[in-house]
């Protein structure tokens, strides 16, 4: 080893183990020799304010010193600062120059960032044909983010073998440690789109690219803990580390604590916090927070005023942004008026977006819509496809609604066992609706054949839902001894419950039961109707 390479080699020991007091004198006296590498290591130091006051303009003249003495990290790192310049100017012309200089020396982290210069439009002419052309050195010569923006776009390309390269560059980024890559190629283990699911491991590279401080490992590893992908579910551990990537300004980190902090996943509800995070999350252009901060304003929580056309207003841009809730969201706004004109066209438009992503209440709702009539007429083939498209995607309503149109024989043939039989699957998954439409059909309507008990059973498991129509019907049968033993103190009971849940008939069920009831009946009544909203309140804390 040479006598120059042993002082560069002092020098660079030094400051690694942060002896820079050590460090400094070495490298002044390689500077005032002419020593381009020292000149960039100096720089470094200034850059960074290490062992020495953070100077960038002596930073900026020792790199422009050593490169233009050739040397290509110099070239390198005077390229990035007027690429990224952090007055808010940056100077691509010079930028380009620099990064080439060093690209020519076979700088891989030069010819990167050429190419994310070309792919994005800056100096050159947007490009990605040339973009990945530049990707594609860089990663020849061994960088890691050059891989992974290979990856990137070949993952995508039409071509088999295309997206079998970008599979094998992907994995190459992430075998050299570089954290983007580890987290990008765990979430395709999770999503199991370009690689088989292996959970176990997709946590072990979240793991890792959370380790070295890569926000979006430290999300997705957040994710890992939140559903017990390849781990058991702690959603402690999940909002730890949604909150340490949310403080550092990651997006999706933000959205995901507002949402746990809005209910109550794993802390305490609190809308206020969730409405900070929905806007931190919001500011950056994140869909689901803007969409957050318009339920916020829907809802009127968080500390905001309830204002439905702030909230209309909220969920178009996010619906704009491609957010599928917001999408569903606009129509049942434009649907049913809340915020914005009554506009059924509008409605269907937006609901088929979120439909055609598999939304499966957009579906229901475009199903009824069309049933219904878009302009007044009408379609029930439309109707039937989108009401079948829900119950595949497991809206537990759909096929109680395509019962009714096989009652009416809208759309299909009439069938009333089809239709009982359809109406039975959404009750027997627990739609509060269809429990009830089916009691009333075993009572004889439409022809159905009468089963008196069974009425009565699934009028109860309704009622038990807090579906007011039914408890007011349930009222009544208690009072009329209508296939059950008479307890009238049971059927006000139901009666004041059906009163508190908007049937208007409760009021007066309330009034003639309760007109034969004495002061210690009606008192136990009201008792026992007290003890069911208490327990439905905490079955449905957030409701």
Not at 76 to 105: C, F, I, M, N, T
Not at 130 to 145: D, P, Q, T, W
Request: net charge negative.
């Amino acid at each position: 080893m040479s006598e120059d390479k042993d002082i560069h080699y002092e020098a660079l020991l030094q400051v690694r183990e942060g002896r820079y007091d050590n460090a400094i004198p070495i490298l002044n006296f390689l500077v005032d020799s002419g020593d381009s590498r020292a000149k960039a290591i100096l720089a470094s130091l200034y850059e960074n304010g290490y062992g020495v006051e953070k100077n960038q303009k002596q930073a900026l003249s020792l790199y422009t010193e050593a490169a233009e003495a050739g040397y290509h990290a110099a070239q390198y790192k005077l390229g990035v600062y007027y690429l990224h310049d952090g007055s808010g100017s940056p100077d691509y012309e010079a930028a380009a120059y620099w990064l080439e200089e060093s690209a020519r020396q076979g700088n891989g982290d030069a010819c990167n960032d050429i190419g994310n210069m070309h792919l994005l439009g800056l100096y050159f002419d947007k490009s990605e044909a040339n973009a990945l052309k530049m990707f594609r050195i860089a990663a020849s010569v061994g960088s890691a983010a050059g891989q992974l923006n290979c990856a990137n776009i070949l993952l995508y390309r039409d071509d088999a073998a295309e997206r079998e390269e970008g599979l094998s560059l992907l994995k190459d980024s992430a075998n050299q440690g570089y954290a983007r890559a580890q987290a990008k190629l765990a979430l395709a283990y999770v999503d199991g789109h370009i690689l088989s699911p292996d959970q176990d491991r997709a946590f072990h590279l979240f793991s890792l690219a959370a380790e070295s401080g890569d926000l979006e490992g430290i999300c997705g590893l957040g994710m890992c803990y939140s559903s017990g992908v390849g781990c058991d579910e702690d959603v402690t551990k999940a909002n730890e580390n949604f909150q340490l990537a949310a403080e550092c300004g990651h997006p999706q980190s933000q959205f995901n604590i507002a949402w746990s902090y809005h209910h109550g996943e794993g802390v305490a509800r609190d809308d206020s916090v969730a409405m900070k995070w929905y806007s931190a999350a919001a500011e950056q252009g994140h869909a689901g927070g803007i969409r957050g901060v318009g339920q916020m304003y829907e809802t009127g929580s968080g500390g905001v005023t309830r204002d439905l056309t702030r909230a209309a207003e909220l969920y178009k841009k996010a619906a704009d942004l491609g957010d599928v809730i917001a999408e569903y969201n606009m129509g049942v706004f434009y649907e049913h008026g809340p915020g914005v004109p009554i506009d059924r066209y509008l409605a269907a438009s937006y609901l088929e977006r979120a439909a055609h992503k598999g939304h499966a209440s957009a579906q229901l709702n475009l199903g009824l819509l069309y049933q219904a009539g878009i302009n007044g007429e009408p379609d029930h083939k439309m109707a039937i496809h989108w009401l079948n498209m829900a119950a595949k995607s497991g809206h537990i309503k759909a096929e109680g609604a395509i019962g009714y149109l096989y009652l009416a024989g809208l759309g299909v043939e009439k069938d009333i066992e089809e239709g009982m039989r359809r109406i039975e699957v959404s009750a027997a998954l627990g739609d509060s609706g269809s429990q009830y439409n089916l009691a009333m059909l075993l009572k004889g309507l439409e022809d159905a054949p009468v089963d008196l008990e069974k009425s009565h059973q699934w009028l109860v498991r309704a009622a038990n839902q807090a579906y007011a129509p039914a408890q007011a019907d349930l009222a009544i049968a208690y009072a009329e001894g209508v296939g059950i033993t008479t307890d009238m103190v049971e059927g006000y009971k139901w009666a004041l419950l059906s009163a508190e849940y908007g049937d208007p008939r409760g009021i007066d069920i309330c009034a003639v039961i309760g007109r034969d009831l004495t002061d210690e009946e009606l008192a136990k009544a009201k008792s026992r109707a007290s003890l069911f909203l208490e327990a439905i309140n905490d079955t449905y804390p957030n409701e």
